[in-house]
């Protein structure tokens, strides 16, 4: 294992290609139990292989190579999380609007 690591980390396409298919289902895992979303879950993964191939010469001990990849991939699933909160879908705003009942419980004293 450390030295396909060693491999990727020297820029060989197929040693990388190899670490990810031996991490691919654990990835899945994780960023499922983390996203409820397909679609979500594979964007997060893709960053993450692409984080990782960008980074990898950055990691110092191939031994922590799995901790070092899920970690990436949480940082992701958790970005998007926080994206999607802010986000909020126009269908889940009210069609109706504001009644005149409403609008005058919360401005009292005028009248339109």
């Not at 670490?19 to 139990?33: E, I, N, Q, V």
């Not at 960053?47 to 990898?56: N, V």
Request: proline share 4%; charged share 30%.
């Amino acid at each position: 294992m450390n030295k396909l690591i060693r491999r990727a980390q020297e820029h060989n396409p197929d040693a990388f290609a190899e670490l990810m298919r031996m991490h691919d289902r654990d990835m899945y895992r994780m960023a499922r139990s983390i996203l409820q979303n397909d679609a979500d879950i594979a964007d997060a993964i893709q960053d993450t292989i692409l984080a990782c191939y960008e980074h990898l010469s950055e990691l110092r001990n191939p031994a922590y190579f799995k901790s070092w990849l899920l970690r990436i991939l949480i940082n992701n699933c958790n970005d998007l999380l926080r994206t999607s909160r802010k986000t909020v879908p126009l269908e889940t705003q009210s069609e109706e609007g504001y009644t005149d009942a409403a609008l005058e419980r919360r401005t009292p004293g005028i009248y339109l």
